[in-house]
Nanobody
Framework: VQLQASGGGLVQAGGSLTLSCSAS????????MGWFRQAPDKEREFVAG????????GYPDSVKGRFTVSRDNAKNTVYLQMNSLKPEDTAVYYC?????????????????WGQGTEVTVSS
């Protein structure tokens, strides 16, 4: 299984950015795809997730209403649309895939990780 995150960059506060996570080698559509971020000197935190088969999504309160996760089954790609970005959204963003039921904010629940893409939001 390989996950490749892309789309990061530098954006001004209030701007938007869309990240992509290209997945290969997933043998089943019943994965839960999570987006996480890790800022310097902080723990990795969950920001969005989607069940590949059903499209059900989940967000923490910190990004709800600003971030939207989606998937394109034909392209085996999951997206994270980020709007109204704030300087505190600056981090390296990772995508991950978990085979378990339900969903989780816990990094250890996920089985596969991409390499991360850096997002910098300037004030």
């Amino acid at each position: 299984v390989q996950l490749q995150a892309s789309g990061g960059g530098l954006v001004q506060a209030g701007g938007s950015l869309t990240l992509s996570c290209s997945a290969s080698g997933l043998t089943s559509s019943n994965y839960y795809m999570g987006w996480f971020r890790q800022a310097p000197d902080k723990e990795r935190e969950f920001v969005a997730g989607i069940r590949w088969s059903s499209g059900n999504t989940g967000y923490p309160d910190s990004v709800k209403g600003r971030f939207t996760v989606s998937r394109d089954n034909a392209k085996n790609t999951v997206y994270l649309q980020m709007n109204s970005l704030k300087p505190e959204d600056t981090a390296v963003y990772y995508c991950a895939a978990g085979r378990g039921r339900g969903m989780s904010y816990y990094t250890g629940w996920y089985d596969y990780w991409g390499q991360g893409t850096e997002v910098t939001v300037s004030s």
